[in-house]
């Protein structure tokens, strides 16, 4: 272990026991013991710093300047490329940018909402015969897919196959963060769906998505486009299949807050806004300093990896009464980060809502 590990995991002795395994697979009791004793810990698990409390949460995600996305460690833009989600500056605005408009919350209501609904029934139509289903890739995948894949402007007919790109590259993100070498399907993957966005702009209406990103003077390359459609439509169907599970799962094992639901359906909103917090479909995000700075008595370093802990935000006691306990009634239960926040917030996080 170098100098700096060594003084490090010393000033840091809880993070220093913390293993990856716990982290994923029981992290809420670990999670609020380095809230309260270690804010900002290094994590030697990890290789970085892991952030867990709220308003430094806050902080590090609002101040793109400190802390960027621009990394060769950033294992999204590694698989699909360069995008809104791995740049920053001028650069992030100018790939963001042509995806805004379209998913604003008036846009996605007017031009969505009756799709979704739709979409939604027909889906459930089909689950009922069999009296039980996979809800992640029976209903909220086959959703998500198809109702950003027409949002895209691309051919309906392709909801499966995009199902199928988004194991893939899933799978690819995954073992690229593991060490792992990443399969040969992932790159098929990138490829198709680069075909598909191509396709789709050339046969695209004057108003589809993908044709409005290839035009004016701020126009995406074809493979830019690709990328960015990539973080969309994946983003999309993981926030979705996690949202519509974890929101049924709470209701299912709290029955006070089933029966409520039964009996005023306008409660709905407040069970995806609970379910959202306790269960974020991003447990993480990851940022990396740009300078020496200290936060919470935590000296990071330029080039340090900083994970914030969005779970471990999102039941910060000093934010959130009673944080683990599913609560309808929660009255701020909104002031979740499970979209993240400052200028890399979920850039679909109204159409996220609108399907759950």
Do not use: K
Not at 341 to 351: A, D, K, N, T, Y
């Amino acid at each position: 272990m170098s100098e700096a590990g060594t003084w490090r995991t010393e000033r840091h002795p809880y993070g220093a026991r913390v293993t990856v395994d716990t982290l994923e697979t029981n992290p809420y009791a670990l999670l609020a013991t380095l809230r309260e004793h270690e804010p900002v810990s290094w994590l030697p698990s990890l290789n970085g710093w892991l952030v867990t409390r709220r308003d430094l949460a806050l902080a590090v995600t609002r101040d793109a300047l400190g802390f960027t996305v621009e990394d060769p460690r950033f294992t999204t833009a590694q698989v699909v490329g360069p995008s809104m989600l791995s740049l920053d500056g001028p650069e992030h605005a100018r790939h963001r940018g042509r995806f805004t408009a379209p998913f604003a919350l008036g846009e996605v209501r007017r031009r969505l909402a009756a799709e979704v609904a739709e979409e939604a029934e027909r889906l459930a139509a089909g689950l009922a015969p069999a009296g039980q289903a996979e809800l992640r890739r029976a209903f909220a995948g086959p959703l998500a897919a198809a109702v950003i894949t027409r949002t895209l402007g691309l051919e309906p007919a392709i909801t499966e196959r995009v199902l199928g790109w988004y194991d893939a590259i899933v799978a690819a993100v995954t073992d690229l963060s593991a060490g792992r070498p990443v399969e040969p399907a992932a790159q098929r993957a990138v490829s198709a769906l680069g075909e598909a966005v191509i396709e789709g702009r050339q046969v695209g209406s004057e108003g589809s998505l993908l044709t409005m990103a290839a035009g004016g003077e701020a126009s995406l390359t074809d493979q830019e486009i690709a990328s960015n459609a990539a973080v969309v439509l994946f983003g999309g169907i993981e926030t979705m299949e996690g949202m519509i599970a974890n929101a049924i799962a709470h209701l299912l094992a709290t029955p006070d807050a089933l029966t409520l639901i039964r009996a005023d359906r306008d409660l709905l909103p407040a069970a995806v806004e609970e379910s959202l917090r306790l269960e974020p479909a991003a447990a993480v995000i990851d940022r990396y300093a740009t300078a020496d700075v200290l936060i919470a008595g935590a000296e990071i370093s330029a080039g340090d990896l900083v994970r914030v802990s969005i779970t471990a935000a999102n039941r910060d006691p000093a934010t959130f009464e009673d944080p683990d306990r599913f609560d309808l009634r929660r009255s701020n239960a909104g002031r979740h980060l499970a979209f993240a926040s400052g200028p890399h917030v979920c850039i679909g996080m109204h159409l996220a809502r609108l399907e759950a």
